[in-house]
């Protein structure tokens, strides 16, 4: 049995099938394991771990309010990957839109600025998720921002 994470997100998707195929296929995700019969699977990838789950209204699921696309309208989820060109070059083959292109980006962490290349990109349902591959840090200088 793999480690779980101590916090896991559960996305409610429309489409297991799709989803599947999008954290999968493109993302790179791997499936821990999954209740096909009830349109759920449980995704890890070097320890990012999401759960999928297929809306359906008769099941009485913890849904707090009407689902609408976008999905997830206000939050974006940073996965940290090893290289993001290869998933880049997945979601271009595929002709699957970004939100965001992928660019450098510097963050002040205290004393230090964090650097990543990133890209944003949304599921089938909208979740908007945020690819990173780390630049390494270096000392924070208020001239570059």
Request: proline share 6%; aromatic share 12%; hydrophobic share 40%.
């Amino acid at each position: 049995m793999f480690a779980r994470s101590k916090s896991v997100p559960e996305l409610m998707v429309t489409d297991i099938k799709k989803s599947l195929h999008f954290w999968t296929s493109l993302i790179g995700f791997q499936i821990a394991y999954e209740r096909p019969e009830v349109g759920f699977a449980y995704l890890d990838k070097n320890g990012v771990q999401i759960m999928l789950e297929q809306y359906d209204p008769a099941e009485g699921q913890w849904v707090t309010g009407a689902l609408q696309a976008p999905f997830g309208r206000g939050i974006n989820f940073q996965i940290t990957v090893d290289v993001v060109d290869p998933i880049l070059q997945r979601l271009a083959d595929v002709e699957w839109p970004l939100f965001r292109s992928c660019a450098e980006a510097w963050y002040r962490a205290e004393a230090v600025d964090v650097g990543q290349r990133e890209f944003l990109v949304q599921d089938p349902d909208g979740y908007l998720v945020r690819l990173v591959e780390s630049l390494g840090e270096r000392p924070y200088s208020p001239v570059s921002h």
